[in-house]
């Protein structure tokens, strides 16, 4: 069977992405999603996203997401710029969109030539909304956490997926295949985490890594650098209402704290190719 993709990236957060308005989501999908995104044995990407028709009355799309593993996730920051910028492409060449996620319908405003503006919603640090079990309640802010005998000192965020986030004073020399996994399958966290660790160059300027459930290192997340932010500023080393830059291995997404503890997201969306890929699954 002949399966026509679109390869897209946001910060080198790469996905294949799938025209399903039509014909739905495919019944292969999590074998699917498991064979693509295999780097150098097939397309390779950190998953597969599916562009769907909307649910909400007056949406123009929904994108669901399988990570590298085919496990289903509710949100992607940087995926969700780029349906905005295939939908743009393809015939719904509107300036502001109305995206259906697994965490709600995303407004998302084109800023420029493949730049796009993502109103992320709120985010929260309550255990029941991650979930989180062992930590208390809830806000999870600077809480201590004990991952394979040593204690790092973390805040948990939500929003729309889980995020658990920790300052390092550089973020270069982790050796983040080893530390990744375990935080991300914590029993402090029983539907999984994915985790940041990020460095403070200064107020307004960040540096970050990502362990992604499901995916291991990516060299960005849109989601989880929305949650870096989110944490910082609850610990006071961000200003609120301020855009933060954020370094990440795959290039720069700038956030913004707003009142309500709502987010602002702005980074550049990109098609590297269009293609057809065999599959025999």
């Not at 294949?16 to 295999?38: K, M």
């Not at 399988?66 to 015939?91: I, K, P």
């Amino acid at each position: 069977m002949k399966l026509s993709f679109t390869k897209m990236q946001g910060c080198a957060n790469d996905y294949i992405y799938l025209d399903c308005r039509e014909s739905g989501v495919p019944e292969n999908i999590v074998p699917l999603a498991r064979d693509l995104s295999r780097r150098h044995f097939s397309v390779g990407a950190d998953g597969i996203i599916c562009i769907c028709a909307p649910v909400t009355p007056g949406a123009d799309g929904r994108m669901r997401i399988f990570n590298a593993d085919g496990s289903e996730a509710q949100m992607c920051g940087n995926g969700v710029r780029c349906v905005a910028e295939w939908l743009y492409t393809h015939g719904v060449a509107k300036p502001r969109l109305a995206i259906d996620t697994g965490a709600g319908c995303k407004t998302v405003t084109r800023m420029g030539e493949r730049l796009w503006q993502v109103e992320m919603g709120e985010y929260t640090t309550m255990a029941a909304a991650l979930p989180a079990v062992n930590m208390g309640e809830g806000p999870l802010v600077d809480c201590p956490l004990e991952v394979e005998g040593k204690r790092w000192q973390v805040t948990c965020i939500g929003v729309g997926n889980p995020h658990c986030v920790t300052v390092v004073p550089e973020v270069d020399s982790l050796k983040l295949e080893e530390i990744g996994p375990a935080f991300e399958n914590h029993p402090n966290f029983p539907e999984r985490i994915n985790t940041e660790f990020v460095e403070v160059v200064d107020a307004t300027h960040l540096k970050m890594r990502v362990w992604e459930r499901g995916s291991g290192e990516t060299w960005a997340c849109g989601t989880g650098t929305c949650a870096t932010v989110a944490a910082l500023t609850e610990l006071g080393l961000c200003p609120a209402g301020e855009d933060v830059h954020v370094a990440l291995r795959g290039g720069e997404l700038i956030i913004r704290v707003l009142p309500g503890m709502k987010l602002l997201m702005t980074g550049a969306a990109v098609t590297v190719y269009e293609g057809v890929a065999e599959v025999s699954i």
